[in-house]
């Protein structure tokens, strides 16, 4: 059950994230900001730990059913792994476009995803902490079928993968076979765009024709805004995750009517009581006027978070490769540092100075947390080193 082919994919995202920095700076389109792709990993990290933590709770329910209740045991071959994959991208269209279409699903299982109003592979990263529950219930009906976990959890983790490589401009349009039946970055442009007639289409994960056949294809003409109705504004990944939840809240307790409540929650965004005005539809987008969020401290600070992130990201990855190693107080103790660390960093990119004294807190956690977990001379010289930049920095920096 321990195997992810997402988590082992890792090196491979960072890999094709430097081969499009690398295309910005030869072809200087600018794709990416610094702390907005921090922001859209820094999701990423608490996404995939929180999946270390209750993913299990997903997993455990798949596996349930297909012990207890499935109908079949399908056989594993190259025919049954073709059917699956094709059949889990059929139910992932279906829980991708009820993640858009209900109003609860698109605020605790997807918004974060669309957040940034960039696009580039970093966004791909950019995912919910809360989701992986929710979509677990619309692939059930493969545990009945008797597909089972284990090639369900290969199978869906490739047809994630797959999706990683559209989340870019670098590629305009691909061959019109090929964008005639796969998902493609043309698409799935489309599909985060805020545009009115971009909204709620393409839903798709591989292929393109399930959109197609149902109605939500949209080409792309224009280029896309990207982003949300209401921006986030802020580069905190947990108030990311939380704020869409707290405003829907919001809405759902000064909605009248019990009907009316549970409408806010099943019907889609933007529906509200024709006393309240109706349903809101998505605003136009003025390119010429729209400003991006992009608050930012100054460059050393930025500098120093940069080296700071880079060291929390490689603490991430060793503990997403070895977590089966740990005990749960440990994985407990590193999980709440490395969230703990995501914050704070995100906290110090929207310039609270105030701020920096629990930066300081953090990085004497830091060397304690890699004595603990890693008693060797190298980790504890690491962690020595950390504290050293620290106080380096604090010196430089005004």
Known sequence: ?????????????FLLIGFELIHQAVTKVKT????DAITNISCGITSQITNALWGVLSVGMYQYIYQYWSVAEIPVNWWTNITLFILID????????ASHEINFLWNTAHVVHHQS????????LRQTSFGGVFSMLFYLPLAFMGFNTLSFLAIKGLNLIYQFWIHTEAIKKLPGWFEAIFNTPSHHRVHHGRNPKYIDRNHAGTLIIWDKLFGTFQ??????TYGVTKPTNTWNPVWANILPVVDMSKQVISTPGFMNKMKVLFYKPGWRPEELGGYQAAPDVNPSTYVKYDIHPQT???RYL?????MVLIITSLFLFTQANYELPQK????GFIIWSVVQLGLLLENRKSWILAEFVRILVTSVTISYLYPGEIEVGFAGFNLLIFGYWLFRVK
């Open 117 to 124: 109003e960039d696009y580039n592979l970093s966004v791909a």
């Open 300 to 302: 050393g600070m930025i």
């Open 332 to 335: 407990l103790l590193l999980a």
């Open 32 to 35: 990416y900001r610094t702390n």
């Open 90 to 97: 059929f139910f992932y269209y279906w829980f991708h476009r």
């Open 219 to 224: 080409p792309e003409e224009e280029k896309p």
């Open 1 to 13: 059950m321990d195997f992810n082919p997402v988590i082992l994919s890792i090196p491979l995202y």
């Open 306 to 310: 940069l080296g700071q992130f880079i």
